[in-house]
């Protein structure tokens, strides 16, 4: 009687952790009009454009800097707008190269001086740029990045409305990258669109950002956060962005193109991210949404597990094999069902965000990522935290 109420239990245990994992992950979340939120073409007849300034940080990427700069010059824009490129006013082969472009009327440079103590060379090009900016809307992005089209800029720009604030688009990365980067970051984008329509925008990693010069200065920047050798992205959306402030560009002009970074160069990025949250706010809600679902998942893998050693253990007892044979049936059923509904959600956004991410893979990276985000705090922990700041004695 014992060994049938634990096999009863298991069984409705394992039924309950089935729906719930099931609709709990960030792909199930991820609802059309989240997707579609973005102002469409059908919109810009008699719309008012803003000017808009780009700016793009360069250090030591001229190779990737010939590539990008051509394409940023040159948008299908019906209103004003400057590319000002931010550099080291040591770099002397970028600042060459940029000499021969002073023909084109768009194209403006500005300095980083060469030594900046107690403060991130990056954010302090962001400054410097914004500084520069003749125009209020900014529109943040990096010399590996390559929009997609000659409509990236009227894509991202169309979204800028009264009440916005910041414009967040997305980005994939080029086709030779490890298919794991891709869903580590598409399922990021999932959680942070959801973040986004409950009014509580966490952060963006992906270097496709539009904001408001004037917010930016009147809120001192990057103050807070200056001496963090990462959180370029993140800490503006943490910072500026605030309850239905915040607009998403997801069409497919939109998209940026990013350099694929070797394996070294994503852990540190990791890495880096993993201090960065440390200081942003509102993380709470972000970080137990996640860790709920990971639990969830793993929760049912457990019970599972426990359901097919249960079934098989107890097969060959008198009186327990229609139990045990239910029971086993109940798990393989709940584990079809599952793998069909998560790798449903996963399909629609892989669809919409043009991820070439096989379906087979999403069981498999689902697993993964709870350990590498494990991993990965424990790399953290190790860590000499110096790594992570500026103030290196």
């Known amino acids: 009687m014992a060994t049938q109420n634990i096999i009863l239990a298991l069984g409705a245990a394992l039924l309950l952790a089935t729906l719930l994992t099931s609709f709990m992950n960030p792909f199930f979340r991820l609802k059309r009009k989240d997707a579609e939120a973005d102002v469409t073409d059908d919109d810009d007849h008699g719309k008012s454009w803003p000017c808009v300034s780009i700016v793009i940080t360069a250090s030591n990427n001229l190779d990737d800097l010939r590539s990008t700069l051509p394409h940023l010059l040159h948008q299908d824009y019906p209103a004003p707008y400057e590319v000002i490129v931010v550099l080291d006013e040591l770099d002397k082969e970028l600042d060459d190269y940029l000499t021969q472009l002073d023909h084109q009327e768009r194209l403006y440079r500005t300095f980083i001086p060469p030594s900046s103590r107690y403060l991130s060379r990056k954010k302090l090009s962001v400054t410097v740029g914004v500084k520069a900016a003749k125009h209020d809307w900014i529109l943040l992005t990096e010399s590996t990045c390559r929009p997609n089209s000659n409509q990236w800029l009227r894509s991202m720009a169309r979204n800028c409305q009264p009440s916005c604030q910041l414009v967040m688009g997305y980005g994939h990365y080029e086709e030779d990258a490890n298919p794991f980067y891709r869903f580590e970051q598409l399922q990021d984008t999932c959680y942070l669109l959801h973040e986004i329509r409950l009014g509580n925008p966490y952060y963006t990693r992906i270097p496709n950002l539009m904001f408001r010069k004037k917010q930016f200065i009147e809120g001192d920047g990057y103050k807070g956060s200056l001496e963090f050798t990462s959180g370029i992205y993140e800490f503006i959306v943490n910072k500026y962005g605030q309850g239905g402030n915040v607009a998403t560009a997801l069409s497919p002009?939109?998209?940026?193109?990013?350099?694929?970074?070797?394996?070294?160069?994503?852990?540190?990025?990791?890495?880096?991210?993993?201090?960065?949250?440390?200081?942003?706010?509102?993380?709470?809600?972000?970080?137990?949404?996640?860790?709920?679902?990971?639990?969830?998942?793993?929760?049912?893998?457990?019970?599972?597990?426990?359901?097919?050693?249960?079934?098989?253990?107890?097969?060959?007892?008198?009186?327990?094999?229609?139990?045990?044979?239910?029971?086993?049936?109940?798990?393989?059923?709940?584990?079809?069902?599952?793998?069909?509904?998560?790798?449903?959600?996963?399909?629609?956004?892989?669809?919409?965000?043009?991820?070439?991410?096989?379906?087979?893979?999403?069981?498999?990276?689902?697993?993964?990522?709870?350990?590498?985000?494990?991993?990965?705090?424990?790399?953290?922990?190790?860590?000499?935290?110096?790594?992570?700041t500026t103030h290196k004695l």
């Open 253 to 388: 002009a939109s998209v940026l193109t990013i350099h694929t970074p070797t394996e070294k160069e994503w852990r540190a990025q990791q890495l880096l991210y993993h201090h960065a949250r440390r200081h942003l706010a509102r993380g709470w809600h972000h970080r137990m949404l996640l860790y709920m679902d990971h639990l969830l998942l793993h929760t049912y893998l457990l019970l599972l597990t426990g359901s097919l050693a249960c079934a098989v253990i107890t097969l060959s007892q008198p009186g327990l094999r229609f139990h045990a044979i239910a029971l086993l049936a109940l798990a393989i059923l709940t584990l079809v069902l599952t793998l069909a509904l998560r790798c449903h959600a996963a399909r629609q956004a892989i669809l919409y965000f043009n991820e070439p991410i096989e379906l087979w893979r999403i069981p498999l990276y689902d697993l993964r990522l709870f350990w590498h985000k494990l991993l990965t705090a424990i790399r953290y922990a190790l860590k000499d935290k110096t790594y992570f």
